[in-house]
C-alpha cells in the first residue's frame, strides 16, 4: 500500500477513534522495539467529536477482576454457549441475560466491526450538578473590570439551568460572597498576608458539618438547605440568577491605596486556597471548576512572585538559569500542593490572564496542568481575544449540553505484548498497578492510570508504551499476531450523568527482523508530535541545550537507522516517504518557542507548551511547523507555499497560521497598490477580490479555535513583519546569497542555520554514526563529592558524548551517595542503552573517614579538613576484609597493614594511639585464628599475639 493510501487509512482512524499511532505495526521483541529509536506511542483525543458514536443506556459488559477490559468487537464470541473470551487476558467470561437473543444477525452495538469507539451512559448519577467559582481580582482599572463583570454575566445565560455558582473577589483582602444572603451584599473576609490551611478556611466560613456560623448567635442558626452549608456561597443559576447578576456588576475595584513606586497588593494565593478549600469540603470528587481571572502578579501572602516594590523585576529566564530567583521556589511548592489538592477532588482550575506584564503563570501552571483546565494569556480583559475565547469555554453541542466534562479519568489495558510506559499530558497518576504497567517510566509512568479532572472535545493525551516480548523468531510464531490496547476514559458529562468512552485498538506485530512492515507503518506527523511533547517534558526538568541535543541525537539515529545509503557517502542518503518530512518537523521544534526560551517570558513559555500538550495531531504540528498559504493575482484561490524566505514575493500575500497568531501579509507591491487605493476604483475589482480572500480564509480559521489566536495584518517592511520572518526557514540571509529565490526573495538578518544546512549536515551524520548497540555495555568511574549534586561542566565531557543528561545523572550520584555525604569518593557509572546504574566504589581512606563517624562537612566552605577522631581496631580489619580484594597483599594481616597507613596519612587514631604504634605492634605479635571480634571490649588491647591469617586469602 502506497504512503498517501496508508495517510488515508490512518486519517480515518482519527476520525472514528480519536488516535493517532507512531508505529501501526508493532515490533516483535524488546531488541527490535530497541532500534525503533523513536518510542511505540499513541496521540489520543478522547472526547473528539464524532455524531455517529451511539451513546449506550445500558452498563458496559467487562471482564472478570483483575482483567475489567470492557467488551470489544475484537472478542471471541460464542453465541451458543452464551460466552466471550476476552482478547486481552483470553479469559472465558459469561454474557448478561440480556444478551440472550442475539444472534449472528442481530449483535450488540458494542461487538459491531465498526464499534472500536464507543460510550456508556453509566446509571450512577453525579453527585452535584456541575460547579462554577469565579475568583475575580480587582486590582485593576475600571474598564478592565467592567468587561470582566460583562463576561460573567453573559456566561450566566450560557450555564445549565441547574449550575452552582460561586463568587470570590480578591486584592488586598480576599472575599468571599455569600450570594444566598438577600438582604445586602455581605461577604467574608481573609487576610491577604496570611497562609490559611484546609481547616481554617473551613471554620471560618462555616462549611463543617455542625458547626456555627461566625457572629450568629446557635439560637439563630438557620435550617440547612440541601447542599449542606455550602449552599450559602453556591446558588443554582436558574434560582438566583438576578442576585447573582445584581452581585457580580457591584463588584468594585480594590479601595487600597497604590503608591506611584509600588505595584498593587494582591493575595492570589490566599484566594485560589480559599477556593479549593471550600469546594474541597462540600463538593469532593464531584465536578467543579475554579475559574481564576489575574490582572497582576501576585505580590503578597502565599504564592507571591514579586514583591510590591516596582523597582524590583519579576524572574526572568535568565534569572532561573542563574538561579536568582528569590520566591520561585517556595511559590511552586504552594502551587503545586494547591493543585494536588484540586485534582483529587476533581476539581478543575482555570487561569485567564489580561495583562501586559507577567502575573506568575509560571509558578501557578501546574494548576492547570493538573487539573485538565485552560490557561489563556492576553494582554487585556477589554480585548476580543479574552472576550470570544472565554464564551468558547462554554460551548454546547446538539442537544444543548456544554462540551465539557467533569472528574474525569482515564485508564490503559493492553494485552501481554505491550506495556504501558507513561502519559504526557494535563493529568496527575492514580498510582494504579497492575500487568499493562511497564518496566520503564516515560512521562508520568510507573501506573496504567490517571486523573484528568477535566475533558473537552480538544483534549489530547500522549500514551507511551514499550514491547515486553523478550524476541526471538521462535517466539514471533508461537504467539499472537497482533498486539491490543484499550482506552476507558470515565467522566461527569454535563447533563448530570457518568460517561465511560471505550476505544480498543489492535494492530499486527512484525515479522523476523528487517521486515518491512514495520518502517512502511511509521507515522511521521503523529511521531513529531509525540517526540516533541517528550522534549517539552524534558525541558522542563533539563537545561535547553540538553534537550536540544537529545532531539538531535535521536533524529541521527533516526535517519541512519531507517534512510538508504552509503556509508561515508552523504549524496547518496535517501529516506522513505514516510519518513521525508520527519527531519524538518525537528527542524521546526528546535526553533520554536516551545523550547527555544529567548524573546519570550517565563509566563509565556509555560502558555505554549501548556497548548502544545493539550491539542491533537493536526492543531500541534501546526504548533511545531506553522502552515503558510500564497495569493496572487495570478492564481484563483490559495496556493501552499516554502515555510521559507524564498516564499515572500512583493505582487504575493502570504496568510501564515502558526496556531497562535494568525497573520496576513502584503507583500511590497500589494502594500503600494493598497496603500494608493487602487482596489476602490473601477476596473480594479480583481485586487479587491485579492485583498479580501486571505481575510475570509483567516476567519474560518478563527471560526472554531480555541484559545482565539492573535490577528495580525502587515507589510513587507513593517515591525509586524517580524512575527512571519521568526519563522521563515531562513535561505537567504545577509551571509548568503539567494537560495532557489532570485532577487525577489526575502533577505533575512539572522545567524541561525537554514534547512538546507541543516539537512546537509544530518546527512553527513546519519551516514558516518556508527551503529548504535543497545546491548553494549559501557563502565566510567568518577570521582565526586558524595551527596552533593556535581557541576555540570565537569561531567558533561565525560558523559554527553553518550547520550546521558549531565544534570540528570548529577542527581542520581547524589542520591545514591548519600550515605557517603561530604566525602570524596569513586563511583561506577555503568552504562547500557543510554540509561546509567550508579554506584559506590569506596576507597581505603573514604572507608575510614565514614568509620569515623563525624557530621558531615561543606568541602566548599571549609578547606584543609582535619580528621583527628579514633577509630576501633575491629573497624580497620573490617575494612581490610573489604578491601582484601582490591589489595596485593597476600595476607589478612598485609591488608590491615595498609589500612593502618592509611589511617596515618589520614591523620586519626587507633583505638586511641597512633596508627603507626599500633601497625608496629601488629608486625611484631601472633595469634592463633582470626583477629578477635571482640577488641572494642578490650580496655588495654594487646597487640602482641596477632600473627599472619594466611589462611584467609589465598595465595595468588
Known amino acids: 500500500m502506497d504512503y498517501e493510501a496508508l495517510k488515508d487509512q490512518w486519517s480515518d482512524v482519527e476520525d472514528r477513534d480519536g488516535l493517532r499511532l507512531s508505529w501501526n505495526t508493532f515490533p516483535s521483541s524488546r531488541m527490535e522495539a530497541s532500534r525503533l529509536v523513536v518510542p511505540i506511542g499513541a496521540i489520543y483525543t478522547p472526547l473528539k467529536e464524532k455524531p455517529d458514536t451511539p451513546i449506550l443506556q445500558y452498563e458496559p459488559v467487562t471482564c472478570k477482576q483483575p482483567c475489567r477490559a470492557v467488551l470489544n468487537p475484537f472478542a471471541n464470541v460464542d453465541i451458543r454457549a452464551r460466552v466471550w473470551i476476552c482478547p486481552f487476558c483470553l479469559m472465558r467470561n459469561p454474557l448478561p441475560p440480556h444478551y440472550k437473543d442475539i444472534t449472528e444477525q442481530t449483535i450488540p452495538p458494542e461487538l459491531h466491526p465498526t464499534s472500536t469507539t464507543i460510550e456508556y451512559q453509566l446509571a450512577r448519577p453525579a453527585p452535584a450538578p456541575p460547579i462554577f467559582v469565579f475568583v475575580v481580582d480587582t486590582c485593576q482599572e475600571e474598564d478592565s473590570l467592567q468587561a470582566v463583570r460583562d463576561s460573567l454575566v453573559m456566561s450566566l445565560s450560557l450555564l445549565p439551568p441547574n449550575a452552582l455558582v460561586g463568587l470570590i473577589t480578591y486584592g488586598t483582602m480576599t472575599q468571599v460572597h455569600e450570594l444566598g444572603y438577600a438582604e445586602c451584599a455581605k461577604s467574608y473576609v481573609f487576610r491577604g498576608n496570611k497562609d490559611y490551611t484546609a481547616k481554617q478556611v473551613q471554620e471560618m466560613l462555616g462549611l463543617v458539618a455542625g458547626a456555627p456560623r461566625p457572629g450568629v448567635p446557635p439560637q439563630q442558626q438557620p435550617q440547612r438547605a440541601p447542599l449542606g452549608p455550602a449552599a450559602r456561597f ?295 508530535v509525540l517526540m516533541a511533547r517528550i522534549a517539552v517534558f524534558k525541558a522542563e526538568v533539563d537545561d535547553g541545550p540538553d534537550v536540544l541535543r537529545w532531539v538531535d541525537r535521536m533524529l541521527i539515529r533516526l535517519c541512519s537507522r531507517f534512510a538508504d545509503y552509503r556509508k561515508d557517502d552523504p549524496t547518496s542518503f535517501r529516506l522513505e516517504k514516510n519518513f521525508t518530512l520527519y527531519p524538518q518537523f525537528m527542524f521546526h521544534l528546535r526553533r520554536s518557542q516551545f523550547l527555544q526560551v529567548f524573546n519570550n517570558s517565563p509566563d509565556e513559555t509555560a502558555f505554549y507548551r501548556h497548548v502544545l500538550n493539550h491539542e491533537d495531531a493536526g492543531d500541534s504540528l501546526v504548533m511545531i511547523q506553522p502552515t503558510l498559504d500564497s495569493y496572487s493575482l495570478e492564481q484563483e484561490g490559495s496556493q501552499p507555499v516554502l515555510l521559507d524566505s ?109 534547512l538546507q544546512t541543516f539537512m546537509d549536515h544530518l546527512m553527513k551524520l546519519a551516514v558516518s554514526a556508527p551503529k548504535f548497540d543497545p546491548n553494549e555495555v559501557k563502565v566510567i568511574h568518577l570521582r565526586v563529592t558524595g551527596g552533593e549534586v556535581g557541576a555540570q561542566s565537569a561531567l558533561a565531557p565525560k558523559i554527553g558524548p553518550l547520550g546521558l543528561s549531565p544534570k540528570k545523572i548529577g542527581e542520581d550520584i547524589a542520591k545514591n551517595t548519600g550515605d557517603w555525604k561530604g566525602l570524596r569518593v569513586t563511583v561506577k557509572l555503568t552504562i547500557q542503552n543510554r540509561q546509567a546504574a550508579v554506584s559506590v566504589v569506596p576507597s581505603a581512606s573514604s572507608l575510614v573517614i565514614k568509620a569515623l563517624k563525624e557530621p558531615p562537612r561543606d568541602r566548599k566552605k571549609e578547606k584543609n579538613i582535619k580528621h583527628t577522631k579514633s577509630i576501633p581496631f575491629d573497624d580497620i580489619v573490617e575494612i581490610a576484609r573489604q578491601m582484601k580484594h582490591r589489595s596485593m597483599a597476600k595476607s589478612l594481616q598485609g591488608v590491615v597493614l595498609e589500612i593502618l597507613g592509611t589511617a596515618f596519612s589520614v591523620g586519626c587514631q587507633v583505638d586511641g594511639r597512633s596508627p603507626k604504634d599500633v601497625s608496629d605492634d601488629v608486625k611484631a605479635g601472633e595469634i592463633d585464628g582470626e583477629f578477635s571480634p571482640g577488641i572494642n571490649s578490650i580496655p588495654a588491647p594487646n597487640y602482641s599475639n596477632i600473627v599472619a591469617d594466611n589462611h584467609l586469602v589465598p595465595e595468588e
Not at 262 to 285: H, I, W, Y
Not at 704 to 720: K, M
Open 646 to 754: 524564498a516564499s515572500i514575493q512583493p505582487a504575493h500575500i502570504l496568510l501564515l497560521d502558526t496556531f497562535f497568531h494568525i497573520l496576513i501579509f502584503h507583500g511590497e507591491t500589494i502594500a503600494e497598490w493598497r496603500k494608493a487605493g487602487y482596489q476602490e476604483q473601477e476596473g480594479y475589482e480583481n485586487l479587491k477580490a485579492l485583498l479580501e480572500q486571505p481575510k475570509e480564509d483567516a476567519r474560518e480559521l478563527i471560526s472554531d479555535r480555541f484559545p482565539l489566536p492573535r490577528f495580525i495584518v502587515c507589510d513587507a517592511g513593517g515591525s509586524q513583519a517580524r512575527f512571519l520572518l521568526s519563522k521563515l526557514n531562513p535561505s537567504t540571509t545577509h551571509t548568503t546569497g539567494g537560495y532557489g529565490g532570485g532577487v525577489s526573495s526575502q533577505t533575512i538578518f539572522t545567524d541561525d542555520v537554514s
Open 234 to 528: 453556591l446558588l443554582p443559576v436558574q434560582q438566583a440568577e438576578f442576585q447573582i447578576t445584581n452581585v457580580l456588576e457591584q463588584m468594585q475595584r480594590d479601595p487600597w491605596p497604590v503608591a506611584n513606586d509600588k505595584r498593587p497588593l494582591r493575595c492570589t494565593g490566599v484566594a485560589l486556597s480559599v477556593a479549593v478549600g471550600l469546594l474541597e469540603t462540600s463538593f469532593q470528587n464531584a465536578g467543579g471548576r475554579i475559574m481564576a481571572f489575574l490582572s497582576g502578579a501576585a505580590t503578597e501572602g502565599p504564592g507571591h512572585v514579586v514583591s510590591p516594590e516596582l523597582k524590583e523585576p519579576i524572574r526572568s529566564h535568565h534569572d532561573i538559569d542563574r538561579d536568582n530567583i528569590k520566591y520561585y521556589k517556595k511559590a511552586v511548592k504552594f502551587y503545586d500542593a494547591l493543585a494536588k489538592r484540586a485534582a483529587n477532588n476533581g476539581h478543575i482550575v482555570d487561569i485567564f490572564a489580561g495583562c501586559l506584564d507577567q502575573v506568575g503563570l509560571l509558578e501557578m501552571k501546574n494548576l492547570s496542568n493538573y487539573t485538565g483546565g485552560h490557561m489563556l494569556l492576553t494582554d487585556s480583559f477589554t480585548s476580543s481575544q479574552f472576550k470570544q475565547s472565554f464564551i468558547r469555554v462554554f460551548d454546547k453541542d446538539a442537544n444543548d449540553n456544554l462540551l465539557m466534562g467533569f472528574n474525569a479519568s482515564l485508564e490503559v489495558l493492553t494485552t501481554k505484548e505491550l506495556k504501558v510506559t507513561g502519559l504526557i499530558g494535563h493529568a496527575i497518576s492514580l498510582n494504579k498497578k497492575s500487568s499493562s504497567v511497564g518496566e520503564t517510566e516515560c512521562g508520568i509512568g510507573n501506573t496504567c492510570a490517571w486523573k484528568m479532572c477535566g475533558i473537552d472535545p480538544s483534549s489530547s493525551y500522549g500514551v507511551y508504551f514499550e514491547i515486553a516480548n523478550q524476541g526471538g523468531p521462535a517466539a514471533v510464531q508461537a504467539g499472537p499476531q497482533r498486539g491490543m490496547m484499550q482506552f476507558l476514559t470515565y467522566y461527569q458529562h454535563s447533563s448530570g450523568h457518568y460517561h465511560l468512552r471505550v476505544t480498543t485498538v489492535a494492530r499486527p506485530l512484525s515479522g523476523p527482523a528487517g521486515d518491512p512492515t514495520l518502517a512502511q507503518s511509521f507515522d511521521q506527523e503523529a511521531a513529531a
